[in-house]
């Protein structure tokens, strides 16, 4: 019988172990505002390739905890599983990025797609609860960078006829939870605009949920990254 020596015992365990996305803690500094943000590296990433990406916000304060929070919950697993960059930045000296946060952008977006090949050189962009309403007011604001929007929960603020126009090619993602009716609403009503101007808008009420949706997280984030495959190749109204 061949016995395994103890170096090959180790390698063959480390083998079996399920890929790990590497996730880097990062700063810099935009209009004299310090930024501290994540990135997620899928596992045995290349520098020389071009990899799709998502811009993300966390809700609540939108501090760094709510950052790594997201990563656990929703985004580590499955960004490493589709080859996925994903960028989780905090709130700049806690200002909301639909509020004053908003004006590291677009900047910030310069010096990741400096520094990573992003596919297309345009993101996905998405977010949670006020998350969800910055991926939208950035979206809006900055479309040349952007190629979807994602809000579990999230809307559009303002929504002038000319921030309809800067979002109306790309592929819009709406959830709110069944137990969650405010939020819930304001998808349903703005839904209902998007599609009024001949948006693609796809949206879902997830039965029994509440404000933080536990079926987009762990293996239910497949979902979220299903529709981002499906933006890239163009989505459908």
Request: hydrophobic share 40%.
């Amino acid at each position: 019988m061949r016995f395994l020596t103890g170096f090959a015992i180790v390698a063959l365990a480390l083998a079996c172990l399920p890929a790990r996305a590497e996730v880097l803690e990062k700063t810099l500094t935009i209009s004299g505002l310090k930024v501290e943000y994540r990135v997620v590296l899928p596992e045995h990433y290349n520098p020389a390739m071009a990899y799709p990406a998502i811009l993300m916000f966390g809700g609540g304060s939108q501090d760094i905890a709510q950052a790594d929070n997201e990563i656990k919950r929703t985004w580590r697993a499955w960004a490493d599983q589709r080859g996925y960059i994903v960028v989780l930045p905090a709130a700049p000296g806690g200002d909301l990025f639909f509020e004053g946060g908003a004006r590291i952008f677009p900047e910030f977006l310069k010096t990741i797609l400096n520094e990573y090949k992003i596919a297309g050189g345009k993101f996905n962009i998405a977010g949670h609860s006020n998350g969800g309403i910055s991926a939208f007011h950035i979206a809006a604001s900055y479309p040349q960078y952007f190629v979807s929007i994602t809000g579990y929960p999230g809307y559009l603020p303002d929504a002038t006829p000319a921030r309809l126009r800067a979002i109306s090619k790309m592929c819009i993602y709406m959830f709110a939870g069944g137990l969650d009716p405010d939020w819930a609403g304001e998808m349903d009503k703005q839904s209902q605009l998007f599609r009024a101007q001949g948006m693609s808008v796809k949206t879902a009420v997830e039965p029994n949920q509440p404000h933080r949706i536990a079926t987009l997280q762990g293996d239910g984030a497949k979902r979220l990254f299903d529709q981002f495959d499906e933006a890239r190749k163009g989505c459908t109204k």
